[in-house]
């Protein structure tokens, strides 16, 4: 352990701004990274799910006006 | 070896392979990163000369590296896709160059947020950093030229050509800055240029770079199979999926 | 086969003669930017002196680029790009001898004139003969590398910005050495080794980049 307390390692030597800023900043952009990458599978799957219920209501009512 | 593959079935083994894949990297990934962090921000013991600064170390390297190994990467798939027609391997292209993107962004971040303390200056024309953002400039050149093109193909072929083209020209990039460096400041800085590392600082060092390579791999899987939704969404196969998910 | 080569940076020469706003307009550009460095920085000859190669080299490379988009523009709208792409001689070959003839049509005129700007920039005698070679020998390798660009993006809509974004980080090495060489040699050193280094770029870009180029018009124009 190179800290005596956990407020000594937050001080991190006198230089906490900068070492905590080096890491805060590459966590939030590994997370915008992330969630970029989910959210665009979510809106794939969200697209492809629209397209068929499109499909499926064109369907529908095709077959609605052939009954008629 | 692809080419008994059935063309359409190609994309869909590819994604169930890509899938099985993912979890071993995450796998991989997460021991490492947690193990690696903890001891080389609170165990390592603090560097005689740059006090606990060094710290920065645990990701200014990692992420440089592996933003180098991600082009590589790229360099490899381009090369695969271009001369063998491998569709697959140009939309790995298009799957990593964002990643290469943001490793090289965090270096370059945290390079300056480490120059500040060392140098008395956010940004100096370092020979190291230049290069760096000169990749990162070449890494959003590609990203734009993907974006640029509405047909995804042709996309994924114009990026080949370009990662390409930034292959052969990278080393002369770095060849000449570090030259241009040299010539310009007359006592170069090599304070990140350490002779020998302490054991107990290399191995967690060691487990970063690794946690941060398999990290790569995952990202690299999970926006592959993201490019495979996108391009084949109108196959049965992707049909099959989303109502798959719809039930379940 | 050399007659072909020929045919075509004649036929481009002669078209662009027909329109001589289009290669008037690029040296106007190059000459007003440089222009503009004295009156923001101030008219001090010994700091002109200095910054003149850097200068002069960043005014050339915006000039090649604004006058690149033309380079396969006219022939991409009227089809004659299809056409070359059909003939029995390697599209490699043919899109040199455009990439020559568009050389020839701005960055020679921007070489002529170079000793006008020298004068402004107050520019010693034997740094503006290294300019003046490091002119000469890089803006081909600025002519090929800027082809490439078009080559890929001519089938955009907005393809002007993004052909900067993508060339413009390539071109750094060309843009270290010349300045470089101009350096050394106002400062009286020895020059040659970066111009040789300059003349090894161009060896490996005209080797490399006109399959580089046609590899990126076929997938432009399928």
Same mark, same amino acid.
């Given at each position: 352990m190179a800290f005596t307390s956990f407020s000594d390692f937050l001080a991190m030597g006198g230089y906490s701004f900068y070492v905590w800023l080096a890491y805060g900043v590459s966590l939030l952009s590994v997370i915008t990274l992330i969630s970029h990458s989910v959210l665009t599978r979510k809106k794939i799957f969200k697209q492809v799910a629209q397209r068929l219920q499109r499909e499926k209501r064109i369907k529908a009512a095709n077959n609605r006006e052939h009954n008629l | 070896m692809l080419k008994w593959l059935h063309p359409y079935a190609k994309a869909e083994h590819s994604y169930a392979l890509a899938g099985k894949l993912m979890p071993w990297f995450l796998i991989l990934t997460i021991p490492s990163f947690l193990v690696g962090i903890v001891w080389g921000l609170a165990f390592a013991p603090a560097d005689y000369?740059?006090?606990?600064?060094?710290?920065?170390i645990y990701i200014h390297v990692p992420a440089a590296m592996m933003a180098m190994a991600a082009y590589s990467t790229m360099a490899i798939a381009a090369f695969v896709g271009l001369v063998w027609q491998v569709r697959l391997a140009e939309m790995a292209v298009a799957a990593t160059a964002p990643i290469g993107a943001v490793y090289t962004f965090i270096a370059l971040f945290t390079g300056a947020a480490w120059g500040k303390?060392?140098?008395?200056?956010?940004?100096?024309?370092d020979a190291r950093l230049t290069s760096e953002l000169i990749l990162l400039f070449v890494y959003m050149g590609i990203i734009a030229l993907y974006n640029a093109f509405s047909d995804k193909v042709l996309a994924g072929r114009a990026a080949s050509i370009l990662t390409l083209v930034g292959v052969i020209n990278l080393p002369i990039i770095h060849f000449s800055v570090v030259w241009w460096n040299t010539l310009h400041q007359g006592a170069t800085i090599t304070?990140?240029?350490?002779?020998s590392i302490a054991t107990e600082m290399l191995i967690p060092l060691l487990m970063m770079i690794f946690s941060f390579a398999t990290f790569l791999g995952f990202m690299i899987l999970y926006r592959f199979r993201n490019e495979l939704l996108q391009r084949e969404q109108h196959r049965a196969w992707v049909v099959k999926l989303v109502q798959a998910k719809q039930r379940g | 086969m050399f007659n072909v080569f020929i045919q075509v940076v004649r036929q481009d020469l002669l078209a662009a003669f027909r329109h001589q706003s289009a290669i008037l307009n690029p040296i106007w550009f190059f000459i007003i930017v440089v222009t503009l460095f004295p009156l923001g920085l101030g008219t001090d000859p010994t700091l002109l002196s200095r910054i003149a190669p850097g200068v002069i080299w960043v005014a050339a490379l915006l000039a090649a680029l604004l006058s690149f988009e033309r380079l396969f523009k006219d022939d991409y709208i009227d089809g004659s790009l299809e056409q070359m792409m059909l003939s029995p001689y390697p599209l490699a070959w043919l899109v040199s001898a455009k990439v020559l003839a568009h050389w020839l049509l701005t960055s020679l005129p921007i070489l002529i004139i170079s000793p006008l700007l020298a004068i402004f920039l107050s520019l010693q005698i034997d740094a503006f003969y290294a300019l003046s070679l490091t002119l000469l020998i890089g803006t081909p390798i600025l002519s090929l590398l800027g082809a490439i660009g078009v080559a890929l993006t001519v &089938?955009?809509?907005? &393809?002007g910005i993004l052909l900067s974004l993508i060339m413009l980080p390539l071109s750094i090495p060309i843009l270290i050495f010349s300045t470089m060489a101009v350096e050394a040699a106002a400062s009286g050193q020895d020059y040659l080794g970066f111009v040789l280094l300059l003349a090894a770029m161009l060896v490996g870009a005209i080797t490399l980049a006109p399959f580089a180029i046609a590899a990126a018009l076929r997938v432009s124009i399928s």
């Open positions: - | 000369q740059q006090g606990d600064s060094f710290r920065i303390p060392m140098w008395g200056a956010w940004w100096v024309w304070k990140f240029e350490q002779p | &089938g955009l809509r907005k &393809g």
